[in-house]
């Protein structure tokens, strides 16, 4: 491994060194530069904006001097426009004209370019900052190191995580803006472009032969012509600054965004890891009660006088309601009249109409604008007070919700969500409020608005006044005097006092809005703690709370019972028997209770010994034809006889029983006593009666249970029964000694019930659920086959999930919430199995069509590019299911968090010509994949409407046309790969990239071989699992696995065979599975006698392949006359096959042989055999 790695090294070193001269003129594209540090990245970052600033001042400088001269040359002809006269002044007039629009256009770059400097120096800032503190210690943004966080700490990280977060809803909403108004600048640069282009064909097709217009010369219209081509190409520079422009604004608010996406990332670290360090005790919740009491004071002085300001303004509201109309009466004025006053709309004849004109306008403005507008301010500032105090309780309420989750302190589920309902409906009250306020604000614009429409009414009644100055107000200065003082000061002092009063009631409203709507986010950030604990917090249930006092309690009541003065008991027991039997004496009729129910058991007693055996017999008579009802009534038969068998012992403790429960024995203690001691006596029956059990079921067959069960489901039944008679009858004795606030009943009878839980699902085995699945699906057959392996884990997490849920342990909610959602993400996977499923059904069209019976590639490469799609569209529904998954289990993945890891940096790299370094994201190796399939299929373009034309024309050699088509390929996908890579900035490392694959490539050439054969394998297809393959000639099997490093043979004699994949990829590789259309199973020859007539042969083995159902007959099969050999004629006999007949065709050809064995000696033909002539010489011969 070291030599590996030591090779590796090395070649990385010599390729790094001396490939750059080995590439000779074509080394600037493969440029190495020496990493340079992040802060040197942003120091050249700086001084390229500081460059690009530099060449901007100049550009700015350039159009400054443009527009002084043209606003000189403006002021020049407004100077000749005076002495100008006919033709002359109109030339001046218009050229006067485009050179004020020169100016203003000139003007307008100006201030482009000096707002793309200062673009430059915000942006210059911003990296100058990032680089002195790029863990942004300046900011604050991080808590120093405590031994306790406070929650005040917590508070306040918590409020700078929601400013940054609106910081961040701000500018993404300003590069939308901005993206926006790009394209509408673009718009406008076209247009811009295509008016200059306009006026340049018009200034080159402008002829002195032109006809003079408008008495205009033709040097006068030639220079107004050239006077509009300049100002279309100042438009034109301005159209181009401006898209500079927006493109610096864009280029600064992505990196605001980024910037304010890291400081994020560190708040929301520093708030996580706040959360899980802050203590908050009982000071904190005191200390913030006090201070809340405190504000409440305070506020509560603040409202009184507010109320009592408002108060005031009611009283003068109805003193000033009371003066308009004693004007209307003074004036006989209606209502129509009053309104038209009150609207500055009232047209006045005299002096005195006019006086009630001004009068009621003045009175109903200060009403509407004043004393409403006022009452609504103090209305507003009174709604400020309670958000405050709202906001306040919010806090206090907060830091009690932190406490409890902090030290455990709420009791269970049902504590949790009391308090969420309580955050809920502060939440609910907050949303109506804003609602309402949301139409004050509403309320509020529309009134300034209509103040300013009053002004300006106003202005025009001032007007009116005025132009009747000589007429109406003759000889009436003082009059005139006073109301037009009065009409100036309406329209030009209290009406835009009015406004400014309005829009501080609006930006109050902003204020309220707010402050309410920070803590909706307070309460919101509760909810999502409380939430969270509720959804995986578990609550309190009997189980719990009992477990925490079950043995104090316990100990304590056997203490009790072991400690009691058993005479005393007794001497109880026989003074109450002595007063029983004095009161039944005194009052007789007291005693027919008492023998009825004594009456009433002997006679149950009397009918269960009577009719208990007929009962039995009677379930026994029903047979095995009933299935499980059998089996239930011979149970229950079987118990019967029990219960008969010792019915008189069970009859004397249900008398003691009925003393005890009834309390015809009044002592506690010895009832105590009674329960105690028949936990031994029904142990000892129910060890008798499972005994019974045990032996009726051998004797019948064992018809409860199977032999193979019977000790497991006695164990599990008996186990249940003896806990169940020590738990119910300790409970009972327990609820005789009187614990009133003891849990200790509840908690054993929650034990029982758990047990019995434990108990049923230990009775169902293996076999019965592996006998309840399906086996008709692959699917199903996947599922059994586990199950049966991991039997006992699938059993123990059932059992764990079926005990936590039990509603006396009380996980239930959280259990059905993970399960329901497992399920549902289970259920997506067949779901998206079927969508893929018919996908590839739907694209196999595409890629391939049918042909009769056979199958074909509609391209070349079809097989890869629908191995390709395959991949492709496996891999976007995996990433669907997961994020679907994602959010079923609550962990909202949205497009904002895909975009985010989209964009998210994997990868340094520094820009060769800027310097400027930068990181590679998911889409810039997505974009390198699109250059990598764009290089593909240029390369097929190119190889099949290019080079093979040119072939057609050209009689090229075809192992030449082979090489140039296969040297064309792989040059373009080499050069998209590298154009790729370029264009996400790799270029400076595409060296290094090559190198370490280079280096890796020597070094592990085997591992790297067997993985990447691994890829081919699954991409091209030569082979998949199922195909039956033959590898140099002496390895044939199915392909059972494709692995990473190997493929998986198995044999017909069942042997495994494991080959590497790059063996497979280098070896000579026969696959019967490959083609989708038809194959031949191996050529059979036979040879028979020269005597035979060789057509006929011929037409026998025609025939006999004719027959054979499994043949296919199209393309026809083959029977050639192969040899002539020295016994006879060799017949070669091929046939052809489906795909589906790969595994059988060893088979199908067996049957082949036989039948042509068979046809031939029907017809009297034998298969020729080898003869030799053998010549024997005699010894004589010999010698002689």
Known sequence: MNKRYSSISILVLIFSFYAQAALGPFSSLFKIESPTSFAESIKKDSDRLQKEKSSFEEKMLSFKVQSDQARLQANTLKQKIKTAKGAEAEFVQQKSTIIAQETQVLDDTERACQNIITTIDAHSKLLQEYQQDPEFKNKNIALPDKSLYSFEDLQKIHDLFLNYEGDLGALEEKLKKAAIDLENRKKNQSLARQEYEDKKRDQKEFKSENSPKSGLSLVQMGELLDEQEKLARYKQDLADERIIEINYKIKLVEEQIKITQLQLEIIEKEYNRIKREIIIDDKDVQAADLFLKQQIQESSKIQEENAQHIGGLDILKENEEHQIAQYKQQYTLSDADVLAMENWTYAPTSLSTWHAAIEIGRLFNHITYEVEIGKENLLARTDYEKAKISEKEVQALIINSWKKLTSGSFSGDDDIAKETKQYEKIKTDIQAFLSALSDKRTAAAQALSANARLADTIKNKLKLFKEQKNTLFKNKNLEYARYAVQLKDEAEDDTPRRGEVIAQLIELYAKITNLRTATLKKIDAMLDELKHKLQWSGPRLPLWRGLQSFVPDMKKFFQYVLQKDIGESLHLNQQFLQATVAEYKQQPQLLLPLLLKIIILSLLFLLCKLYLPDVRNFLNLIGPDYGIGYRITSFIAVMLAFINKHLFALFLWALGFLSVYYRWIKDPHTGMWFYLLSIPFFLWYASRFMRYILRVNMQRSYLFTGKKYQRRSLFILS???????????????????????????????????????????????????????????PLWQWVQEHVKKYYYLFFGIALFIIVMSNPYIGYGPQFFYLISRLALILLLIPFFGAVQAQLKRISGNFFFYSDGEVIKERFSYGRTAYGFFVIASFLFFVACGFILAANLLGYPVGFRLISYWLHK??????????????????????????????????????????????????????GVQSALLSLTRYCILLASIVIGLQSIGLSSSLLYIFAIIGGLGVAGKEIITDFIGYFIILVQRPIKIGDLIRIDEDVTGVVRHVTLRSVVLRRKNSVTVIIPNSHVMTRPVTNWSYSRTFFAFDDILLTVPYSVDPAVVKQLFTQVLDGNPHILKSPNPIVWLQNFTDNGFQFMVRGFLSPDKVLDQFEIASNVRLELVRILRINGIDVASPTRLIKLINSSETSA
């Open 719 to 777: 186990s249940l029964l003896y806990s169940t008679i020590v738990i119910l009858f300790v409970r009972q004795a327990f609820m005789l000694a009187h614990y009133a606030k003891s849990t200790v009943p509840g908690t054993l009878l929650a034990l029982n019930f758990v047990l019995l839980q434990i108990a049923v699902i230990c009775f169902i085995g293996r076999e019965q659920i592996v006998s309840l699945i399906p086996t008709t699906t």
């Open 905 to 958: 940096g994997i990868y340094p790299v520094q820009d060769a010509v800027t310097g400027r370094t930068y990181f590679i994201t998911s889409l810039d190796l997505a974009q390198v994949v699109l250059y990598l399939i764009g290089g593909l299929v240029l390369a097929y373009v190119v190889n099949r409407f290019i080079l093979r034309r040119m072939f057609d024309l050209l009689l090229v050699n075809i």
